[in-house]
């Protein structure tokens, strides 16, 4: 039987897309009472000039899971600020609307913004109806690019699960400058609820690639950082930093 649109909290294209808001990646384990979330990625060239930005390449992974095995808290909000050496360019990328994917599958918002598309990638979430074993479902991941305004960038995350259930979610995100000692970018995602929070991810992959120049960074002093946290319906927050080592040169 067909259920209603599943509640995914895409934490994997949340943390994704506020990473790549600042151009960076590594690899750290968050752990706040029985919730554990793990994510790292990779960038190439990890060589970039001190003084100038450079386009980059970004991969992300991640999973997320509870320590005693029981279902996981929807996701509703995260929050990261990122580097003041790296930053996102969205001048020049095609743009889409969220309403061009709203409850489409993967295959019309491919074919609804093909050129606003900046990032591809998996991801499975678990879901949990009441008196029913939990099972797992499937969807590829796409990042749109939303354009710029009034000094604030947005990206679109769109995910689409088939079946057994069947519902697609958008998460959007806000990415704005902000002068905070090291940190120069903060990111805001809001999760939307869709039928009840039935669904958690589990794990996810996402990758940015560096021919559009959407993502940009500078290594002028061997590292770039980034701080942020998840806030979870049942009232968990996680927070953490990440320490990006890179080569600066010439």
């Known amino acids: 039987m067909r259920r209603s649109p ?12 506020v990473l790549a808001a600042s151009a960076m990646a590594s690899s750290t384990k968050v752990i706040f009472g029985d919730i554990e979330v793990v994510f790292g990625g990779d960038i190439k060239p990890k060589a970039l000039p001190k003084n100038k930005l450079a386009p980059i390449a970004l991969g992300v992974h991640g999973s997320i899971r509870t320590l005693d095995g029981k ?3 929807a996701l509703e909000e995260a929050v990261v600020e990122t580097d003041k050496n790296g930053t996102i360019e969205p001048k020049g990328v095609p743009t889409c609307t969220s309403g061009k994917l709203q409850a489409t599958t993967t295959s019309n918002a ?22 029913q074993k939990p ?13 710029k305004k009034g000094g604030t960038t947005t990206i679109f995350i769109h995910a689409f699960f088939s079946s057994p259930v069947n519902g697609a979610i958008v998460t959007t995100v806000k990415i704005s400058k902000e ?10 995602a809001s999760i939307p609820k869709i039928a009840g929070g039935f669904g958690s991810v589990k794990s996810f992959n996402l990758s940015f690639n560096k021919h559009l120049g959407y993502l940009l960074a500078k290594c002028p002093d061997g590292h770039l950082n980034a701080k942020g946290a998840a806030i979870f319906s049942d009232g968990s927050k996680l ?3 990440v320490i990006v080592p890179c080569t600066p040169k010439s």
């Open 6 to 17: 599943v509640r995914v909290g895409i934490v994997a294209a949340l943390l994704l897309a």
């Open 71 to 73: 279902h996981l808290p």
């Open 110 to 131: 491919e074919k609804a913004c093909k050129p606003a598309i900046v990032g591809e990638g998996t991801t499975t979430a678990e879901v949990e109806f009441s008196e």
């Open 135 to 147: 099972f797992d479902v499937n969807s590829k991941l796409l990042a749109f690019n939303g354009g």
């Open 179 to 188: 002068h905070n000692g090291r940190y120069g970018t903060k990111s805001i």
């Open 239 to 241: 927070a953490g930093t």
